[in-house]
């Protein structure tokens, strides 16, 4: 690699491999927002960056680099050319302007995006001599426009380079911002040669490989490659109690650890021999994964294993919530406050006779009912169903010649009266359920403008009991 005199810092050829805006995933069960909407295989478009900067012509494994990297780009291109749902373009740096002087705009997407190309890409390598620098952190900073939009298709860029970035750019800053946006993943970096320095400079670009020879190096390339192509199986084991993955039918998310993007979006199922569905992922991204049940349950960082089946674990068992009274439909509709004990947070609302289903644990309740109801430490079992039971209320109603104020009480065991509600100033008529108990109202006529004009009144309520308070 040459500084702005043209001087040369090293010989060894890298190829940096970063995959783009999707993942490359053959045949998927999993699907991506773009692939359900169509429901199409999805088109994979590679876009080669090639260094030809001058330190290119340099002697290599016997070889001019550029003479060897072109080889080897040529075979790439002979396999990939064979494959359905592939497209190819190519972006080239350092072969326009000679150094010195130093032109770090040196940098050009030569053969666009387009079905069949491969020719045309072979035709532009062939003809393009090394003379110029190295603007590595520019060239990734365009690429993402080198992509034409697609509503289904994946993207992937792949970078051939003999060595670090000449101009003042940075690289890795370039990757990693990229990586944050959900513009590109981690990528690869394939270093020919045993230089010890290159791998921590190149670490924090992608993953990188040593390639000390030519062969190795085509080995290696092969392996990006196939990894870039080919999709890993994975299965998600929702476990219960017992550590057994007999949990299921609930939303999975696999975000991307880096950008926060929603890469897969999925109902967990139990396929039709009892086990776990198989999912094919992409494993060059690392994830969060969460289960959407109340509460969610999470598992961050997890990285797949190519080239066998990875087995995700989330402990996740679970139990039912019935809520429910026995009389009437006087709670139809309403709705539970449910929250984890000792936590004021509210993590779900439920409705009145309805099953909820809830990690097992300790749960705190908030019933909106007269008088409002809370019940501490509802415990939920493992594949069971707990139940509680609202006791049956009364009705109470309230006449009054003319419209008042007036508010309602509940008395303790104790004599000391609690707050229930204020009843509605501008009506004559209003009739509450109310839980079996001791109540006290306090009411005083609005056309009665003195405080001695205020009734209090006591009474009790039974279960499925019916009752009138006049005030007169």
Not at 18 to 29: A, D
Not at 168 to 180: A, T
């Amino acid at each position: 690699m040459k500084n702005a005199s043209g001087k040369t810092h090293t010989h060894t050829l890298w190829l940096l491999i970063c995959l783009g805006i999707l993942p490359l995933v053959n045949q998927v069960n999993v699907l991506h927002a773009q692939e359900i909407t169509t429901g199409l295989e999805p088109t994979s478009r590679i876009l080669f960056i090639f260094d030809a900067s001058n330190s290119m012509a340099g002697q290599w494994d016997g070889e001019r680099k550029i003479d060897m990297a072109r080889e080897v780009l040529f075979e790439m291109l002979d396999s990939l050319e064979q494959l359905p749902h592939v497209e190819m373009a190519l972006r080239v740096y350092g072969h326009q302007s000679p150094v010195p002087p130093q032109d770090c705009n040196d940098t050009k997407l030569e053969v666009p995006f387009s079905p069949s190309n491969a020719s045309r890409i072979r035709q532009k390598l062939r003809f393009i001599n090394p003379k110029g620098t190295t603007p590595i952190a520019h060239s990734l900073e365009l690429a993402p426009d080198d992509f034409p939009p697609c509503t289904n298709c994946r993207n992937i860029i792949l970078l051939i380079t003999d060595g670090v970035e000449a101009c003042e750019g940075d690289p890795c800053e370039i990757s990693l911002r990229l990586q944050k946006k959900g513009i590109i993943l981690r990528p690869f970096v394939i270093g020919i040669g045993s230089d010890p320095g290159f791998r921590e400079t190149f670490n924090c670009i992608g993953d990188y490989y040593d390639a000390p020879n030519k062969q190795r190096f085509r080995e290696a390339l092969k392996v990006v490659i196939t990894q870039a192509l080919n999709a890993t199986s994975a299965q998600v084991n929702l476990l219960d109690t017992r550590h057994m993955p007999t949990e299921t039918d609930v939303n999975v998310i696999f975000y991307d650890r880096f950008s926060g993007v929603v890469r897969y979006n999925m109902i967990h199922t139990i396929n039709s021999k009892g086990n776990p569905d198989t999912l094919t992922l992409d494993h060059l991204s690392t994830y969060n994964v969460l289960a959407q049940t109340i509460p969610p349950v999470t598992l961050d960082g997890v990285k797949l294993v190519t080239g066998r089946h990875n087995t995700i674990g989330l402990d996740a068992p679970q139990g039912y919530l019935l809520v429910r009274t026995n009389w009437g439909k006087a709670y139809d509709d309403e709705k539970i406050l449910v929250k984890l004990a000792n936590d004021p947070r509210t993590i779900n609302v439920q409705e009145m006779g309805n099953l909820g289903k809830y990690i097992v644990g300790k749960y705190d309740l908030e019933i909106p009912i007269y008088p409002l109801m809370i019940v501490e430490d509802v415990e939920i079992l493992q594949s069971f169903t707990t139940t509680v039971e609202i006791p049956a209320p009364g009705i109470v109603t309230f006449n009054s010649q003319q419209p008042g104020a007036g508010t309602l009480y509940q008395l303790t065991a104790e004599g000391d009266q609690v707050w229930v509600m204020n009843l509605l100033e501008n009506s004559k008529s209003q009739a509450f359920h109310l839980q079996p108990g001791s109540y006290r109202v306090i009411f005083r006529r609005a056309d009665l403008k003195s405080t001695s004009y205020s009734l209090v009144h006591d009474f009790k309520v039974d279960q499925g009991s019916s009752e009138t308070i006049k005030f007169y």
